[in-house]
């Protein structure tokens, strides 16, 4: 998302920190799926004074951004990739967390898993980076997003994400890819506008549409333009429990016999 959808960014993720209110977790290392500059991390210091932050930072930052971000990085982790590719590109499109297995106690993703290509592949790597009692906490935009611009017919562009998953089928999803006691909740926010160019703006950077067709756009497009957007924001956190076990399977756990330990009997009839 670009700077004009930030404080969106920020409202959700302030959402998320008061649904973690109930959760007794005390984190070493957090790994930020993305952080907008510095403003998760600051979020979470207050709540986790000592912890460590591995961030995956978004591309195209102001240069008061950069130097901010650079600041913080002498403190803190700043994920970078061997290949010539920004991390968060690398994760978008392979879905690779660029980090050794068992490095973080939490995971903190605001708006980011609905742009992910395979949300499935992006749940095993989460898992895979998560310590044993780890904590997913994330949010995505749901599949009723942008709803009014899929009814214009002159506006080309996606109208959809590629993992905005009904809430449901994710927790599904998370406990199929061996996450434990899944919770899951969405709110809908309806965005209204006074003005065509800010509605195109928003749905833009919202990655609602391709390209920006806020000039020259025709008049039947001007009439067919809403005034409002609805966004489905979906809610859920996941814990990482008995990572000896393989992926749950209907319901069914499945695991290797030779995991099964089994007692001796010292009973010499």
């Known amino acids: 998302m670009t700077r004009s959808i930030r404080w969106l960014e920020e409202e959700i993720a302030q959402r998320m920190l008061q649904k973690m209110d109930i959760v007794k977790i005390q984190p070493q290392d957090i790994l930020l799926l993305p952080d907008i500059p510095e403003k998760y991390a600051a979020l979470l210091l207050k709540r986790f004074p000592k912890t460590h932050f591995y961030r995956i930072t978004e591309t195209g930052l102001s240069i008061f951004n950069w130097i901010r971000s650079f600041i913080f990085r002498r403190k803190q982790s700043y994920i970078q990739t061997k290949k010539k590719v920004n991390p968060i590109e690398s994760l978008l499109k392979e879905g690779l967390i660029p980090l050794p297995a068992n490095s973080v106690d939490l995971i903190f993703s605001d708006l980011f898993l609905h742009k992910t290509l395979d949300?499935?592949?992006?749940?095993?790597?989460?898992?895979?980076?998560?310590?044993?009692?780890?904590?997913?906490?994330?949010?995505?935009?749901?599949?009723?997003?942008?709803?009014?611009?899929?009814t214009l017919k002159k506006v080309k562009g996606p109208h959809s994400f590629p993992g905005s998953w009904d809430m449901h089928d994710l927790g599904d999803a998370l406990v199929g890819e061996g996450f434990s006691d899944p919770v899951m909740d969405m709110e809908y926010l309806h965005l209204e506008y006074e003005t065509d160019s800010k509605f195109l703006e928003d749905a833009e950077d919202l990655g609602l549409l391709e390209t920006l067709i806020r000039r020259d756009y025709s008049s039947e497009i001007h009439e067919e333009l809403p005034k409002k957007l609805t966004l489905e924001i979906v809610y859920g956190h996941a814990w990482v429990f008995d990572k000896h076990l393989s992926r749950s399977k209907d319901k069914v756990a499945y695991f290797d016999l030779d995991q099964i330990k089994i007692k001796a009997n010292n009973d010499s009839g």
């Open 119 to 150: 949300p499935k592949k992006f749940l095993v790597e989460c898992r895979r980076v998560l310590r044993e009692e780890g904590l997913m906490v994330f949010s995505y935009l749901g599949p009723d997003t942008g709803k009014e611009v899929r």
